[in-house]
Every structure is written in C-alpha cells, then in structure tokens.
C-alpha cells in the first residue's frame, strides 16, 4: 500500500501563508483523486480540497481564494498553498488517495498541524 507522508505545517499569524506537502511512497499517478482533508478540535474530518488525475479540482467554500491544490507527478507530490490563513483553518491537516473505481479516500497521511494565532 502506497504511504503518505505530509509535512509543512505549524504554527502562522493569522494573514500568514503556509505550504503543505505530501509526498506518496509510490506513483500518485496511479491514484483516482488525491485531497487534502482537515480536522479541527471537536469536529469531523472535513474536505478541504481535491485533485484528480485529469487535473479536476475542488474546494470547499471556506477556502475558495485562499487555498491552492496541486501535484507534481514527476515528484509524487501533491501541494496544499495556504494564504490569508484564519484561526478557523487552525486542524489537522491529512493527505488522502482514492484509488481507481472508488468513491473513498482509502490511503491516508499521519496528518500535520496548523495553528493559525489571531
């Protein structure tokens, strides 16, 4: 199974800009869709943003103009720009894969942190 391994968060002002990284074990290529998930304190995991493998992308509408998703295949990489952060970005941020013909994000990151200090 591919792993997932994110990196680049901590701790900004708010206004500040943050990159996260994923880098994949394995080809992202091969994967479906790969997203940028987040979970803050005492909330579900939510969609933060998304990329297929045909370059499709979405946002949720809490990040629309702030929030950049991309990938560099060459690198097995995928990118997450943050700018114009808030204290409600503030969570834990996870990289996930969907394979081929599935619905779900089944390959997960360990997640990183991002505060966002008002």
């Known amino acids: 199974q591919v792993q997932l391994v994110e990196s680049g968060g901590g701790l900004v002002q708010a206004g500040g800009s943050l990159r996260l990284s994923c880098v994949a074990s394995?080809?992202?290529?091969?994967?479906?869709?790969m997203g940028w998930y987040r979970q803050a304190p005492g909330k579900q995991r939510e969609l933060v943003a998304a990329?297929?493998?045909?370059?499709?992308?979405t946002y949720a509408d809490s990040v629309k103009g702030r929030f950049t998703i991309s990938r560099d295949n060459t690198k097995n990489t995928m990118y997450l720009q943050m700018n114009s952060l808030k204290p409600e970005d503030t969570a834990v941020y996870y990289c996930?894969?969907?394979?081929?013909?599935?619905?779900?994000?089944?390959?997960w990151g360990q997640g990183t942190q991002v505060t966002v200090a008002s």
């Open positions: 996930a894969a969907r394979p081929p013909s599935s619905t779900l994000f089944s390959s």
């Open positions: 394995g080809s992202i290529f091969s994967f479906d869709a």
């Open positions: 990329i297929t493998r045909g370059g499709r992308i």
